[in-house]
């Protein structure tokens, strides 16, 4: 599990080319600039990245603080607890801000 948190950050800004480049060719099949909707494509990308890494960030701060005084099996159960509360919270917001821009 280790080897593919530390994979990301070298898989990530290939993958967010790849994603953008798909999106071009996409519109531009269809007669269209695809440039805008594959920057929109991996910006969205982007996003759910940066949502992922802040709960990534309360998983391990929940299993340094409960390791030590819970068996490992119920640490990582409620590291997993945060990483999931922190990830659909801040999405919410994050919805919750977009939507409001919206006329």
């Known amino acids: 599990m280790g080897g593919l948190f530390l994979a990301f ?4 800004p290939a993958g967010v080319t790849l994603i953008a480049k798909h999106e071009e060719r996409k519109r531009q ?9 594959g920057k929109a494509a991996a910006a ?9 890494a802040c709960g990534l960030f309360f998983f ?20 997993t607890l945060a ?4 990830s659909v919270m801040i999405w919410c917001l994050r919805s919750r801000r977009f939507q409001r821009r919206l006329p």
């Open 9 to 12: 950050p070298a898989i990530f």
């Open 29 to 37: 099949r269809a007669g269209l600039s695809g440039k805008l909707r």
């Open 44 to 52: 969205l990308e982007t996003r759910g990245a940066v949502i992922g």
């Open 60 to 79: 391990a701060f929940a299993v340094h603080t409960l390791l030590p005084t819970r068996p490992t099996a119920t640490a990582l159960s409620l590291a």
């Open 83 to 86: 990483w999931l509360a922190t």
